[in-house]
């Protein structure tokens, strides 16, 4: 702005600041303006829609009222607030917020950079470790599976044979606190491999047998030392004037809880010999009951046995080449489906960071190889929330729950499917990510292409 020559040379200067400082205040507030909108409570009404209130009950035509984080009301005789933000779904369907079994989102920004990721520990032994405490809520991958429809997942350490404490989050705030969903912490356990790694594995096999016995007795010797560490910790609380305190050890004092039976084992094991020794392990250890099965990748081989153990497994990733040459291409696709007819509860995971926004449709080709629709929706909602432990908080879209839910307009395991309302506790959320901007920038490119 050009100031009058006329001007007196001390309101000249005043003015100059004056300009300049407002000129500042609009330069500061413009990349503010540029992020993305904040998502808003309401109360909401969502009228007209069909409602899967749950993966096998659904009301044609309904409303859910939403009021603060909740789900205030459900049904096909609502009654819509006075204050309430009405939207109108007619043809749209309301789902209730999907749920991935086993990522590593919020730990990854870019796989090729060390510095970026916080999942990969270093050690065979850090159960100590929280995956909470490293969980990135700015992370560009959030936004990104949020937008479709995914509104919970499971994120989880790795490295090492007991690398960490995995941890349920919501997809929506600004502190690892606003977003542990339950306080939900698993303990992690990758369970020594008994069998080849893959097709490049040219071990032979007396080490492979050798190199197996050694990892088992390694785990044994650790879990020997972890049930001594409680049996004197706790031999300490009853009299703590008359005994003298063991030495804090960390790892050991991270894997208390699951000795005494309070925390779920997530073990990750994905060959059938791998399964069935974990699940004997774990009898032996007196922690079957605890236990939650991860990957399974050749679950189907030992479906029976599972079922008997009576474990819950989270399978995936499902869109994946099988694990042996010899078998069917399908079989991957097929396994969640196999589980499920032999009486496993299955939930399903994508093992991913950014791409855990396939979830849908690692869930479509579930049900297209033998899981069925019905249960391949409650594998992403209801099945996980009740293995977690949170049924009575997400899952489902009833009274009092969180309102975590999405509205389409078609089937959500299906490509060409668009999700047109997303809410995480009650905050209707913009659709936009990292991938809806690039999406825009060069939509609308100015100046465009002349050649």
């Not at 600041?17 to 998502?39: E, M, R, T, W, Y």
Request: charged residues 20%; negative net charge.
């Amino acid at each position: 702005m050009l100031l009058p020559d006329s001007l007196p040379s001390p309101q000249r200067s005043f003015l100059t600041i004056l300009v300049f400082g407002i000129c500042a205040v609009l330069l500061a507030a413009s990349p503010a303006q540029a992020q993305k909108d904040p998502g808003f409570q309401g109360p909401f009404a969502l009228t007209n829609a069909q409602i899967l209130t749950t993966p096998s009950d659904t009301i044609a035509n309904g409303t859910v009222v939403i009021r603060d984080d909740s789900i205030a009301a459900v049904g096909a005789n609502v009654s819509v607030p006075g204050n309430a933000r009405t939207i109108d779904c007619e043809g749209l369907t309301i789902y209730p917020g999907l749920i991935d079994g086993g990522t590593k989102l919020g730990l990854q920004e870019v796989g090729s950079l060390p510095e970026t990721i916080d999942h990969n520990e270093i050690g065979e032994l850090t159960a100590n470790m929280e995956a909470i405490t490293a969980v990135n809520p700015n992370s560009v991958s959030i936004p990104v599976t949020r937008v479709h429809g995914i509104t919970t997942v499971l994120t989880e350490p790795s490295n090492g044979m007991l690398p960490g404490e995995a941890a349920l989050i919501g997809l929506h705030g600004y502190t690892q606190d606003q977003m542990h969903l339950g306080d939900v912490e698993l303990t992690k356990l990758d369970f020594p491999s008994t069998g080849r790694q893959g097709p490049s594995d040219d071990r032979s096999p007396e080490t492979i047998q050798k190199e197996t016995e050694k990892a088992v007795q390694t785990l044994n010797d650790v879990w020997d030392k972890a049930e001594l560490y409680a049996e004197i910790d706790s031999a300490v609380a009853e009299r703590p004037e008359e005994r003298r305190q063991p030495k804090f050890v960390p790892a050991m004092d991270a894997l208390i809880p699951v000795i005494r039976g309070e925390q779920q084992l997530l073990i990750s094991a994905n060959t059938a010999s791998d399964i069935s020794a974990a699940l004997d392990w774990a009898e032996e250890r007196n922690v079957l009951d605890q236990v939650v099965l991860s990957g399974v990748t050749e679950g189907w081989r030992v479906a029976d046995e599972i079922a008997e153990a009576d474990v819950p497994v989270i399978v995936g990733p499902v869109m994946q080449p099988p694990s042996r040459e010899s078998d069917r291409y399908d079989k991957v696709y097929r396994n969640p489906g196999l589980l499920h007819e032999a009486g496993v509860t299955v939930a399903l995971r994508t093992n991913s960071a950014e791409n855990v926004r396939n979830l849908p449709f690692h869930a479509g080709f579930s049900a297209a190889y033998g899981l069925g629709k019905t249960d391949a929706l409650r594998a992403v909602t209801m099945a996980p929330a009740q293995i977690f432990g949170v049924a009575d908080q997400v899952g489902s879209i009833e009274v009092g729950k969180r309102a975590n839910l999405f509205v389409t307009d078609g089937d959500p395991f299906q490509p060409d499917t668009d999700v047109e309302h997303l809410f995480i506790d009650g905050y209707k959320l913009p659709l936009e990510s990292r991938h809806s901007k690039l999406y825009d920038e060069f939509l609308n490119r100015n100046p465009g292409l002349e050649k």
